[in-house]
Every structure is written in C-alpha cells, then in structure tokens.
C-alpha cells in the first residue's frame, strides 16, 4: 500500500486554491498506520480531504471505501466534490455512488466509494440492506419464505471497506447512536477494518470515553492541538467581531430585522439567521422578503422539508450566492454542517455549545476580516426546544457565555465551552445495546436478530427516530403516477408523523402499479406495528396536511414547528 501522503498531495493538487495544511499531513500520516482513529481539526480546516484522500487511496489500490454521513445535507454536499477529485484525476465519476432513501446509485454499498447515511450503512452492516428491508421483515414474521443469502454479502460490504464517519459527534448526541458507534468500534477491529471517526467539536468527556472504551483495541487519536496549525490559527485569531447574547421574547422578528438593517449599514451585508425549528424560520423568511430592502434573488430558505430536486436547486442557489457581496440566508440547523458558505453577519437562536460552534463555522469563514454575531434566547418558551435539544445542554451554554467570552474559530478558546457544557453525564451508553449490535454482526446463521433489534429500535440503529417520506395534501391529485409522487416527496422523522398522526396515507395500486391510491387510516393504524407498514413496497408515503412552494419548502397548515 502506497503511502497516504502520496494520494494526499495529489487530492491538494485538484483544489482550486491550494493551502499548505501541515495538520492535513500530520493527520493523514496518522491514519496510514492506524486501524481506528479519531481525527479533530476545527470547523473550515478542510477535514473532507482525508476521507478524499482515503477514498482514492481504496480505489486506486483496488479496495472500496464507505464516507458515511449522519445528515443526508453533509452527504448531497459532498458527492459534487467527490466526483469533480476523481474527474481531475483522470477516474470515471461513476466510482462514487450515492445510496440513501430513493437514491439507490451504489446498492449493497458496492460502488468503490459509497457515500451513504450512517442510517443506511448501520442496515448494510448488519444484513438488512434498503434493498433487502422489506424481505428481511416478511421473513422475519413468516409472511415471506425465499432466501435471505443477501445479507450475507451486504455485511461483507461493509466489512471488507474503509469507513470513514464524519461529524461523529453527532453520533454521540444521543444513547442509541452513540450506544451503535461504540459497537461499531469493537466491530471494526474485530475484523481488521480501517475506521476513520472525524470531528470538530469533541469535549473532553467524549474524548475520555472513547478513549476508555478503545483503550484495548488500538484506537488512536489525530488532535488538532497535537500539531497545531499556528498560520491558520493566526489567520483565525486575526478576525474581529463583536458578539452579543440577548434575551428575546416579544418582538423577536422585529429585533432581528433591526440587526439586520444596522448591520447593512455598518457594511456587514452577507448575512445569516438560523432558527431551531422550521415553522419560525420560514415565518421569518416570509417577513423579511416584505420588509428587507434586499434583492429577493438575493435571499434564500434552506432546511431539512424540502423535495430532492429542490434541495438540488438550493446548492445551487448557495453557489451562486457565494460570489455575491450581499445576501440573506434563513436556515435550520441545517446549515451547522454541509453547507459550504460564510458570512459577516451572523445572528442565530441558542443552541447548545457543539451546534453552535458548528453553525458559526459559517460565519467569516473566508477571507472575511470583520463581522458581528447576534445570539439569542427566549426564556419564557424554553418548552418549545424540548423538541429540538436537550434543556440543560441549552442552559449550561447559556451559562457559559453570560460568564466568558468566546472566540468561535480558535478552538483553544470553543474547547473550554465544550467541556463546561458536556460532562460525563451527556454521554450515556447503554451496554445491551453495544452487546447486542455485537452479537448481530457475528451471528451468520440469519436476520432474525437484527430484524428483531431494528423493530425494537424503531426503525433506525442510530437515530431516535427514522426518516419517512411525506406529500403536502396541496400537491396531491388523483391523477398522479407513482412518478409523480415520488417527486413530491418530502422527508419527515417518524416521530414527528406520529405526532401530527395523519389521516390518509398513499399506496400502490395493486392492479396499476404505476398508479398511487389514496386511502384512509384509523388510530388502530397508529397503534401497532406502524414501521412494517411503512417500509412495506405498497406504501408510498403519508398525506400531510399542509402546502408546499419552492421558497418556502413544506408548511404546516397547523404550524408543526419541529
């Protein structure tokens, strides 16, 4: 195997703007020689070069490599820069596929470079790939009798890969996921695979645990503050900002709006507002278009209710933004990874330290020299983000920021954040599920096991719930092809559908399958066994009451806010 630096220089080559990087090379010296490593580096170092970098490594030596990402965002915006690397490098674009709901470029993860949801690759790494979901529950409750050999070849893509998980701190937010990555280690040097976690943002207690649960198996660390990268970090300190932390409660939108015209007028003019929850963005979106003196091509919504083709049109839109001196960016929490824009006004809703610091990776994130960021809270309707974040991770940062000042790009200044927000109580690990996860990767014998844990977990090994697809009423007709549909589609958490509990779903006709029908659920429907009828092939998706625009993406008529 060539060394990783080899293919490291050649990826740099393909930059638009080549950077000297030295943690970049220090980083990748480390993974070359190590089976499980952790890589932290701060937000806009570049950290997507070493999974770049590993990924032509595997192709060019006849291996495969899986980059497996837990928002679908972090994914759409890595694909493009994938392709164009291998482009540059004389590789057909078709070695990187994509597998993630309706995308089923790479299935069973067997393109050379797969880039997938961790979603998908937990389903792929215990046997029950998307292809194989639905057979795999038929078989599991007698329904169904054909073979299930499958699933044996969908482990072995996953076992036989590179893996590569970013932003694994948002594999950690939560028992289950971080329960699963904990598996996933013990896993991977089980069988000699190369596993490769990367972040910005990892607290000490985090640190402490992985440390302690890798302690017996050869996992290694690749810390930014190992090797510091002193120009960049100067570059970082240079940057000159004002920050404020305010309490909002009546008259928010009217607040906000003021900062926005101040900043304009103080030459601060790319700017961004984040929203915890998609109803108060796209109010906000709404009022500004009124009421902002800014060019309406010039202003864009982005989050996570939008359909493929619009997300599609939103990169693009991001790009051409990118070269402008002024725009308006509302956004969801969206924006705190895969979106690849800056800005010198930044005003967003409180969130905890780590998505903090990750949303404001966005701001002066060039060659910007000055800005102002705007924080707020609302203490009389804490209830609302009960939803979205944990309350004391809320309040702890709060805290923090009331008592000390922050500088948000130097990371020697963000860790003592992180560690006052995140202690060892913030990461609970749940030992029958890593036992468990464990135990259905070795048995070889059939699903049964891992069906029965995917039902327990409620559709998703990782997250708290799985993503399901959803049409606005407003869109539907009776006239629509499956076709048609499926470019409607817009993806909501099931939790949040049980929530909402619509009244009508869409299935395939059985006597036209390329017809959708529409027919009526009952509560019994909400009672029992919902997953099995989701993931069944008839289903098509639910019927939700609301609209969609291409701005706007999908609005509630009842203002489901999360």
Not at 23 to 30: G, I, S, W
Not at 238 to 261: M, P, V
Not at 513 to 536: G, H, R, T
Request: glycine share 6%; hydrophobic share 40%; proline share 3%.
């Amino acid at each position: 195997m060539a060394d990783l630096s080899y293919y490291l220089e050649r990826v740099l080559g393909t930059l638009p703007k080549k950077e000297d990087r030295p943690f970049l090379n220090f980083a990748v010296e480390k993974v070359g020689k190590s089976g499980i490593i952790v890589v932290e580096a701060p937000t806009g170092y570049g950290k997507s070069v070493i999974s770049q970098t590993v990924a032509l490594s595997a192709l060019e030596e006849g291996l495969k490599c899986i980059i497996a990402f837990p928002l679908r965002s972090l994914l759409e915006d890595q694909v493009s820069k994938f392709r164009s690397m291998l482009s540059k490098l004389g590789h057909d674009e078709g070695n990187v596929g994509v597998r993630y709901m309706h995308h089923p470029e790479s299935k069973y993860l067997l393109r050379p470079i797969s880039l997938t949801t961790v979603d998908t690759f937990s389903l792929t790494l215990f046997g029950i790939a998307p292809e194989d979901l639905e057979v795999a529950l038929g078989y599991y409750d007698g329904t169904l009798t054909r073979s299930m050999g499958h699933y044996l070849f969908s482990r072995s893509m996953a076992l036989l890969s590179d893996v590569i998980l970013d932003e694994v701190h948002l594999v950690s937010d939560m028992t289950k996921s971080l329960s699963f990555l904990i598996a996933l280690i013990w896993i991977a040097a089980g069988h000699g695979m190369r596993l490769i976690l990367m972040s910005a943002t990892i607290p000490k207690a985090l640190e402490e645990l992985l440390r302690r649960e890798g302690e017996n198996i050869g996992l290694e660390f690749a810390k930014f503050s190992e090797n510091p990268d002193n120009r960049f970090l100067e570059e970082r300190r240079a940057k000159k900002y004002d920050f404020s932390l305010e309490k909002l409660d009546n008259g928010k939108f009217e607040k906000i709006l003021e900062w926005l015209k101040e900043g304009r007028k103080e030459g601060f003019r790319r700017s961004i507002v984040v929203f915890n929850t998609v109803s108060e963005a796209v109010k906000f979106y709404e009022i500004a278009r009124e009421r902002l003196d800014v060019e309406k091509s010039r202003m864009l919504l982005i989050h996570s209710r939008f359909t493929e083709e619009d997300k599609e049109e939103k990169r693009r839109r991001i790009e051409e933004l990118k070269k402008l001196d002024e725009y308006l960016i509302v956004a969801t929490q969206v924006i705190e990874a895969g979106v690849d824009i800056s800005s010198d006004l930044f005003i967003s809703d409180l969130a905890p330290a780590s998505s903090l610091i990750q949303r404001l990776g966005r701001f002066l994130r060039y060659d910007e020299k000055e800005g102002k960021i705007y924080l707020w809270y609302e203490d009389e309707k804490r209830e609302k983000y009960k939803g979205v974040y944990y309350l004391d991770l809320l309040e702890k940062t709060l805290e923090f920021l009331e008592k000390k000042s922050v500088r948000f790009h130097d990371p020697e200044s963000y860790q003592p954040l992180l560690n006052s927000v995140y202690d060892e109580s913030s990461f609970s690990l749940r030992g029958s599920d890593i036992r468990e996860f464990i135990s259905i990767q070795s048995t070889l014998k059939n699903p049964d096991m891992a069906v029965e844990k995917f039902i327990e977990c409620e559709g998703s090994f990782v997250r708290e719930s799985s993503l399901v697809p959803v049409i606005p009423s407003f869109s539907w007709n009776e006239n629509m092809t499956t076709k048609d549909v499926e470019k409607h589609l817009v993806p909501m958490s099931l939790s949040t559908v049980s929530r909402i509990r619509p009244r009508e779903i869409l299935v395939v006709r059985e006597e036209d399958p390329e017809k959708v029908s529409k027919i009526a659920v009952d509560e019994k429907f909400w009672q029992k066994k919902v997953l099995k009828k989701v993931v069944s092939p008839k289903f098509v998706a639910f019927l939700v009451d609301g609209s969609y625009d291409q701005e706007k993406g999908l609005v509630m008529r009842h203002g489901e806010s999360s």
